[in-house]
C-alpha cells in the first residue's frame, strides 16, 4: 500500500499529532507499505526511512503552520497514493483533502483538535459557529473521519459530520513500565524529587493555555507532596506564578529513556486540562502503573475508570481536584490497586494493534472508493 500523509505538525515539533504520525510511519515502514509525509518547513528530509516534504509554514504560538500550496496536489500526483491520510487536518490538512478529492484518492482524516474547548477558553461566541463549520467542511470532504474518543464524536456528530469511527491511540507498553521503577536512574531521580520520602504528584505536556497546568495551585498546602512537571511551552511564566509556594521541580521537555524515568519516579499524574480530545500522557501514566486524576471531560471519561484506575474530578472545580489528589496521597495501597488497574486498561492497546486497526481502516476507503467507481462506470440501465 502506498500511504501519503499530510500532517499539520511534525518533526522538531513534539505534540500528540506528531507523535501519532511517527508511530503510524514506523509502523508502516515494518511491515513494508510505501509512504511520504508532507509537513510544514522545518521537518527533517526523511523519517522511517520515508520521505519528507516540506511546504511554506507561519508561526503560530511557537507552532508552524503549513500554508496552502500548490506543491501539495502535484506532490500527490507524482507520489500516486492509495490513501491519503490527513493527520489533524486545518490549512495544509484541508487542501490535502481537496487535492485527493481532484485526484480520485480516498483520505481517511484523524480528529485531534477540541474546537469546542478552545472557543470556550478564548470567548469566541458567535466564532464559534464559524470554526465548527470550517471542521465540518474540512472533514466531510474526506472519506471517512477517525476520532479518538466518545466526546469527540459526539461533538461531530452534533455539528452534523458524516462517516466517523472511532480510532483511539497506542503506548508504549515495553517502554512505560512499573518494573522501571527498579532502575538506578529512577532511583536517583526520585532521590532529588522527593529527598524526604514525599509523594510525588506529576505532569507530562506541553506548558500551554489548553493544558491549564495553572490549576495545580489546588495542591498548595498538601502535605508531604512534591511536584514535578514535564515539559515546556509558552505559560511557564503564568504557571511559575500561580504556583508560588507549591513545592515544584522542573524537568523540562523529556523525551525517550528520562521520560519513561520520569513516569516512574511518579506516585500520582495529574492532568487537569479540560480540552483533550484524547489524552496520550494519561495512557503513558496508566502503563507506567500510576493512578490518575483528571477532569471528567474529553477524552480523559474513556480512559479513567473513577474509583477503578483513578479518579475524575468536577471539570470547573478545582477543590475536587484537590480532594481526589489528597485521596491518593493519602493512601497507598489504594495508589498501588488504582496504578495496577491502570496497567491492565491499556494492555490491549500496543502501538502495533493501533495500527493495523489503522491500515484496516485505509483498506475499507480504498475498497469503498473502488466501488463507487465501478459503480459509476455501469450504465444506469444495467444497474437496475
Not at 528530509?45 to 503552520?65: L, N
Amino acid at each position: 500500500m502506498r500511504v501519503a500523509v499530510v500532517s499539520e505538525s511534525f518533526l522538531p515539533t513534539v505534540s500528540g499529532v506528531t507523535t501519532s504520525v511517527c508511530k503510524v510511519l514506523e509502523h508502516l515502514q515494518r511491515t513494508g507499505h510505501e509512504a511520504i509525509v508532507i509537513a510544514p518547513a522545518g521537518a527533517p528530509a526523511e523519517y522511517a526511512g520515508f520521505p519528507v516534504f516540506s511546504v511554506p509554514a507561519v508561526s503560530y504560538r511557537q507552532f508552524p503552520v503549513g500554508m496552502p500550496s500548490p506543491h501539495v496536489q502535484r506532490l500527490l500526483a507524482d507520489f500516486g497514493p492509495d490513501v491519503v491520510h490527513a493527520a489533524s487536518p486545518f490549512l495544509l490538512g484541508a487542501q490535502g483533502i481537496a487535492s485527493a478529492n481532484r485526484l480520485d484518492i480516498p483520505s481517511v482524516a484523524i480528529f485531534q483538535t477540541d474546537v469546542a474547548g478552545y472557543a470556550r477558553r478564548n470567548r469566541l461566541g458567535q466564532a464559534t459557529k464559524v470554526a465548527w463549520r470550517l471542521v465540518k467542511w474540512i472533514h466531510d470532504g474526506a472519506d471517512l473521519t477517525l476520532v479518538p474518543s466518545s466526546a469527540s464524536m459526539a461533538d461531530l456528530e452534533r455539528v452534523g459530520v458524516r462517516r466517523l469511527a472511532r480510532w483511539t491511540r497506542g503506548v508504549d507498553l515495553v517502554g512505560y513500565h512499573p518494573n522501571r521503577r527498579s532502575e538506578p536512574a529512577v532511583a536517583e531521580l526520585r532521590k532529588r524529587l522527593a529527598p524526604n520520602g514525599e509523594v510525588v504528584i506529576g505532569y507530562v505536556g506541553r506548558m500551554a493555555p489548553e493544558k491549564q497546568v495553572e490549576r495545580f495551585r489546588a495542591l498548595r498546602g498538601i502535605p508531604g507532596i512534591r511536584v514535578a512537571l514535564v515539559g515546556d511551552g509558552p505559560s511557564v511564566p503564568l504557571i511559575q506564578r500561580e504556583l508560588a509556594g507549591v513545592p515544584v521541580t522542573w524537568l523540562g521537555r523529556l523525551s525517550g529513556s528520562a521520560l519513561a524515568d520520569a513516569y516512574a519516579a511518579f506516585d500520582v499524574f495529574l492532568h487537569a486540562g479540560t480540552e483533550e480530545t484524547f489524552g496520550q500522557t494519561i495512557q503513558e501514566a496508566h502503563a507506567a502503573g500510576l493512578p490518575v486524576v483528571a477532569p471528567r471531560a474529553g477524552g480523559p471519561i474513556d480512559l479513567v475508570a473513577h474509583g477503578d484506575n483513578g479518579f475524575l474530578f468536577a471539570p470547573d472545580d478545582e477543590r475536587d481536584l484537590r480532594r481526589c489528589v489528597t485521596r491518593l496521597v493519602d493512601d497507598a495501597p489504594l495508589r498501588l490497586r488504582m496504578g495496577e488497574s491502570g496497567r491492565r486498561a491499556v494492555l490491549g492497546r500496543s502501538w502495533e494493534n493501533v495500527c493495523e486497526t489503522l491500515v484496516g481502516y485505509y483498506d475499507k476507503v480504498i475498497d469503498e472508493r473502488a466501488a463507487i467507481r465501478v459503480m459509476t462506470a455501469v450504465p444506469l440501465s444495467m444497474q437496475r
